[in-house]
């Protein structure tokens, strides 16, 4: 499993490549530049400071440089962050995004899980129905109208939770946007647990279990493992952006995330702060593929043999 | 004597239809969308109200069937405009929707002022009952308008219930376009791969194994940021991003059809490739694309509005769902409808499509057999 751990991280490299060259020169074909002000630089300034940043020399220069030092690790300097680097920016607001992210990862694992066997249990009848519409609202309603809506109702009429802010992580203020970032996640996993365990439930060894007079709640664990595998399957993706922050959840909250980097970098053309969020969203989303996969085998044996 | 029951044969499609007609929710989910996409097209017509039409005297309304301006509001408007005439009032009186008015000034009125009273919305033209001789009073009657704002103004005083109805046409027309050049592009791509097979199967879905782990939300947003975001290059963005789901689909289904009998007897029979494709193939993965596409329309929805959430999707004067519920999202404790109201529209279309897919997607599968 090691061996194949390996190979798949090997195999990632140049999927990797392919996208740190992509969104390299894309941004260098667009117009505009970091140093663009209202009022522009007197020309002499404007040349010492793209020496300084490397700037001057050939965009294939510029691109073997950065994967260069990309290779060491090092994303470079940010250019509308003075005296930063892109490393620094990451080691500040990763640890915000990311307890955000995992947080809510748990909450939708535990309640959609939970949520999506009550209404396989309960197929056709009210609780089924509930858990239907209740996951058709929170696919559909867009995280920029549930975190007003939160703030609203528990920040300013209940006053019970703080509208925004981090605090140093303090859990009163993560409740609203861990909740916020949760809701579509909930929905979508209880709707594809549902949906798996209503194929497996109809299996024979389920109905074995069930005519040698298991107790539900035992059936309902030994279901739950083969249903586990579309839930998995598809929860690498997600983990990775949940990981990586939410540009929305962190400017309507206002948390110092890495979410809002890249939005902000791109209208920056903070050229290095944009390539390094995309290199980390592509690494996490490597990764967390690789880590579902794995999960996978261990669930389904089956899928050992094709490794 | 009895009667013969014979057995009508039904097509798929009629079976299909008859199912979806007996699914409750997914019937009325398309009823819903019809009625929204049929308001849409016609209500902004029908509302009284021209889409980018500001009434800067009635900013803010709360959403409501009550006629505007309000009674208690006359009077203080009545006020600032005197103001603004230079001219006192010195008897008010409101009868039948109208306003009589006795207005003095100590120097001779200038009557081209009382065109304040029409330019300001709420009132119609002055009709001048009285002068005094020395042209200090008049006393003057106007109608009072009657404005209907059934879910309110916004911060500059348009009708949010307009201006939804017409964010609506971008935000569906955006849906259905995204999505079928998605259907067509992932459509031919799935089909062509699979059917071809071996190493350029191989290449072709390695391709889109690539494509799977760009972060392309990110790329979406990097070309409106650098390009000047505008309605065609939102579409054809999120058109890229969403063609590879209709791919795999495609494929799947077509590497298990390929080894059907019905399928080599068509090869063997001589039939070239791309005949073999649209007679035999694309009919019938048809089920799985339309529940696909169904179900993409949503998410196309949902990416736009996102988009124009952050300024990056569709860009003023044109307006969509999502434009509104940023700015509703804005004016939060002064207005809330303004976040409520598109809000409510997106939500409720995205809910009848996503029952109307999982209806069809049941209606569809053959799995299901079919009951009397």
Not at chain 1, 47 to 72: H, T
Not at chain 1, 175 to 185: E, F, K, N, S
Request: glycine content about 10%; some cysteine.
């Amino acid at each position: 499993m090691i061996g194949y751990a390996l190979r798949r991280l090997l195999q990632a490299i140049p999927t990797l490549f392919v996208v740190v060259t992509l969104s390299f020169f894309l941004m260098r074909l667009a117009p505009g530049g970091p140093f663009d002000l209202e009022r522009p630089l007197p020309p002499a300034a404007m040349e010492n400071l793209k020496r300084l940043y490397g700037l001057d020399q050939p965009l294939i220069v510029q691109y073997g440089r950065y994967l260069l030092s990309l290779a060491q690790g090092d994303l470079g300097p940010s250019f509308s962050f003075r005296d930063l680097t892109v490393n620094d920016l990451f080691a500040r607001g990763l640890p915000v995004s990311a307890t955000l992210g995992a947080l809510a990862l748990i909450v939708a694992l535990a309640l959609g899980l939970a949520l999506g066997t009550l209404a396989a249990f309960r197929r056709g009848r009210l609780a089924d129905r509930l858990v239907g519409l209740g996951a058709s609202l929170g696919l559909a309603v867009p995280t920029f109208v549930t975190a007003p809506l939160l703030q609203i109702g528990f920040g300013l009429s209940l006053g019970w939770l703080p509208v925004g802010g981090w605090e140093g992580g303090s859990p009163r203020n993560l409740v609203l946007p861990v909740l916020t970032l949760a809701l579509p996640q909930v929905a979508a996993v209880a709707r594809l647990t549902r949906s798996a365990l209503n194929e497996v439930l109809v299996q024979p060894h389920i109905r074995t279990l069930r005519a040698m007079g298991l107790p539900p709640h035992r059936v309902a664990l030994q279901a739950l493992r083969g249903a586990l595998l579309p839930v998995i399957s598809t929860l690498g993706p997600v983990a990775a952006a949940l990981l990586t922050g939410s540009v929305v959840v962190e400017t309507i909250f206002g948390l110092p995330g890495i979410g809002r980097y890249f939005v902000d970098g791109a209208l920056n053309r903070d050229y290095t702060l944009v390539m390094g969020t995309v290199v980390l969203v592509a690494v996490m989303v490597v990764t967390f593929n690789l880590i579902a996969d794995l999960l996978a085998a261990i669930v389904d044996p089956r899928l050992r043999l094709g490794a | 004597m009895t009667a013969v029951h014979r057995p009508r044969a039904t097509s798929l499609a009629a079976l299909a239809r008859r199912r979806l007609l007996r699914n409750r929710p997914a019937l009325a989910a398309l009823v819903t969308l019809i009625v929204v996409a049929l308001a849409c097209l016609a209500g902004p017509f029908l509302t009284g109200h021209a889409p980018g039409r500001i009434y800067p005297d009635l900013v803010r309304m709360k959403p409501g069937l009550a006629a505007h301006p309000q009674p208690d509001a006359v009077r203080p408007a009545i006020d600032r405009l005197a103001f603004r005439m230079r001219l006192a009032v010195e008897d008010f009186a409101v009868k039948d929707g109208t306003v009589r008015l006795t207005l003095t000034s100590p120097k001779p009125i200038n009557e081209r002022s009382l065109s304040y009273l029409p330019r300001s919305d709420l009132f119609g033209p002055p009709k001048i009952l009285e002068r005094s001789g020395d042209g200090r009073r008049l006393v003057v009657e106007t109608r009072i308008q009657r404005f209907y704002f059934l879910l309110g103004t916004d911060v500059v005083g348009r009708d949010l219930f307009t201006r939804c109805l017409v964010a609506g046409r971008i935000s569906l027309l955006i849906g259905l376009t995204a999505t079928l050049v998605a259907l067509i592009v992932g459509v031919s791509y799935g089909a062509v791969s699979g059917l071809i097979g071996g190493a350029v199967d191989a290449l072709m879905m390695r391709l889109v194994d690539i494509l799977y782990a760009l972060p392309f939300v990110f790329f979406v947003i990097v070309l409106l940021v650098f390009f000047r975001a505008g309605l065609w290059l939102v579409l054809v963005a999120i058109a890229a991003v969403e063609w590879l789901d209709m791919a795999r689909i495609v494929r799947t289904q077509t590497l298990s059809l390929k080894g059907r009998d019905f399928v080599r007897a068509a090869q063997a029979l001589g039939l070239t490739t791309p005949a073999i494709l649209v007679r035999h193939i694309v009919p019938n993965t048809i089920g799985p694309i339309v529940v696909a596409a169904t179900l993409l329309v949503p998410r196309v929805i949902l990416l736009e509005s996102f988009l124009s959430f952050l300024g990056l999707g569709v860009q003023e004067p044109a307006t969509s769902w999502g434009v509104l519920i940023a700015e509703g999202s804005r004016a939060l404790e002064s207005a809330p409808w303004m976040l409520g109201a598109p809000a409510g529209f997106l939500v409720v279309s995205l809910v009848a499509l996503n029952v109307l897919g999982d209806g069809l997607a049941d209606a569809l599968d053959p799995r299901l057999s079919e009951p009397g």
